[in-house]
């Protein structure tokens, strides 16, 4: 059972360049998410896609875009990254029905991303 | 808003002591709440979860009973071992796509 898989595990980069983190379930959920933790913060939401087609912004959107490529796929692009974003990233997902109990999200290993 | 705030850490127990690390919440409707592990180096795992008043979660040994009154979710174990060394996190999910996360507790158990 893969589960949520993320790509890469690690990476560094340098103030400025771009990356795209991948992000693939198998689940077949409908309900996909993107969040960055830091020390003693938490987990804060960058984006979501409430299904194939559809993203939403969330707590700290900003030097970030998304992409939901499939109802598998949903990917996280830095266009110019910033030291502010070295970060653990977790993708997560789950389904979402309305009139029902949502159920957990389940969350991949992790990105851990240094920026310089 | 709906929010959820849980104890602060970090937290160091020896192996066979009792564990309550807690959990309250704030939310406008009914909540389903969830208990989440994460291990060095790895994503959150979840632990335990509860959809509705005075159910009880459990799971390897860990407990919580979603206690409407006190709008609390606290997690429980008898005797914590050296594996159970982890961050804990409370969650929250009311309607839709909103899921609202603690900020985690550490736990560190000694031999």
């Known amino acids: 059972n893969a589960g949520v898989t993320q790509t890469p595990k690690f990476q560094v980069l340098k103030t400025g360049q771009s990356m795209t983190l991948q992000c693939a379930q198998d689940?077949?959920?409908?309900?996909m998410y993107w969040y960055r933790q830091d020390p003693g913060m938490g987990l804060r939401l960058i984006y979501y896609?409430?299904?194939?087609?559809?993203?939403d912004k969330g707590e700290v959107p900003n030097g970030y875009n998304v992409s939901r490529l499939n109802k598998r796929e949903f990917s996280l692009r830095l266009e110019s990254a910033a030291p502010s974003q070295t970060s653990v990233y977790f993708c997560?997902?789950?389904?979402?029905?309305?009139?029902?109990?949502?159920?957990?999200?389940?969350f991949g290993d992790g990105t851990r991303l240094s920026i310089l | 808003g709906d929010s959820v705030t849980q104890m602060e850490g970090p937290v160091t127990l020896s192996e066979e002591a009792f564990l309550t690390i807690n959990c309250t919440y704030t939310?406008?409707?009914?909540?389903?709440l969830f208990w989440y592990v994460q291990y060095p180096g790895e994503g959150l795992q979840l632990l335990l979860k509860?959809?509705?008043?005075?159910d009880k979660g459990s799971n390897k040994g860990f407990e919580a009973t979603y206690r409407k009154e006190t709008t609390s979710f606290h997690l429980e174990k008898g005797s914590v071992q050296v594996s159970d060394s982890a961050v804990y996190f409370c969650?929250?999910?009311?309607?839709?796509?909103?899921?609202?996360f603690g900020t985690g507790t550490s736990l560190t158990v000694i031999p």
């Open positions: 997560a997902s789950t389904s979402v029905m309305t009139g029902y109990r949502n159920q957990p999200q389940h």
């Open positions: 509860a959809t509705k008043a005075d």
């Open positions: 939310a406008t409707g009914y909540p389903s």
């Open positions: 896609s409430a299904s194939e087609g559809t993203t």
């Open positions: 689940m077949n959920h409908n309900s």
């Open positions: 969650a929250l999910s009311v309607v839709g796509n909103q899921f609202y």
